[in-house]
DNA sequence: TAATCGTATTATCACAGTTAATACAGTAGA
DNA sequence: TCTACTGTATTAACTGTGATAATACGATTA
């Protein structure tokens, strides 16, 4: 079974295109939207489709290896590994990210009960409730 | 009266040193740690108490006159100018980091209770309560 | 066996950040 | 008024990183 798998990339970004690449794959491998085991596209393939060197995918794919989020061997191609640490220490990561902003906000005169407030009215527009 | 202000740079960072220099005094402004009208280093005094270029300063310095943080003029020097409006949009920003990063983590299948329930958690450790 | 796969290597280019060396005009203090 | 300091501008050179290009090799699959 073959899965088109469609990333994009902006050429305008700050952002490093082998980044982007890499960061689209570990999305869509963390999410499930591929599943472990699941064929990603090759090097040349994905390079052509997007219009970038193959190289470029290279790194990219070099970045997700180390990562193990995937595994790949020649002649063979690259599939995706899930993982249910991967995720997480994603989910962790992010905690940290929230800890640091909510850092600043308090830096900037913010109280701990305006700031919860905020993030209340977030995440009830933001996330679904309930499961 | 003249207040010493001290900065740190870190050679290490990814981030370049331009941007270190211009985000640490948008800090402390922005925190009032440097009042309105209060004098910054001189672009030549900075350059050598911190060991980096003339140049390099001159260049976060502009930054943060385009963004009205600060205020200078040849021979006098240059001074820092707080503004309620941008500390009020520094939060907005924040807040909109918070949340692109609670949107990533529904995706990673939290829901709203548990992400309301860490935050909580997190408010409570780090921030101080009723103002 | 031919085509496709990942992988590695080398070279070249573009760009951003940094340093260096000056230069000039405005300001403040002695 | 002179001197020293200020911000500002300009030009050149160097560096590291990201991207491209052109190959090459071994493994695998149909």
Same mark, same amino acid.
Do not use: C
């Given at each position: 079974m073959e899965v088109i798998i469609i990333i994009?990339? /902006?050429? #305008?970004s700050a952002k490093p295109i082998c980044y982007q690449v #890499? /960061?689209?794959f570990k999305k869509l491998i963390l999410t *499930?939207?591929?599943r472990n085991g699941e *064929? $990603?596209?090759s090097v040349r393939e994905l390079a !052509? !489709?997007?219009a970038i060197n193959p190289n470029t995918i290279q790194r990219a794919y070099r970045e997700l290896e180390n990562e193990g989020m995937i595994s790949s061997a020649p002649g063979r191609g690259v599939f995706a590994v899930?993982?249910?640490g991967h995720a997480q220490r994603q989910i962790e990561t992010?905690? !940290?990210? $929230?800890t640091e902003i909510i850092r600043e906000l308090a830096t900037l005169d913010m109280t701990g009960e305006k700031i919860l407030a #905020?993030? !209340?009215e977030i995440i009830e527009r933001e996330v679904k409730m309930h499961d």
């Open positions: 994009s990339i /902006d050429h #305008r #890499r /960061d689209e *499930k939207a591929v *064929k $990603l596209p !052509s !489709s997007l899930w993982n249910e992010h905690f !940290s990210e $929230l #905020r993030l !209340s």
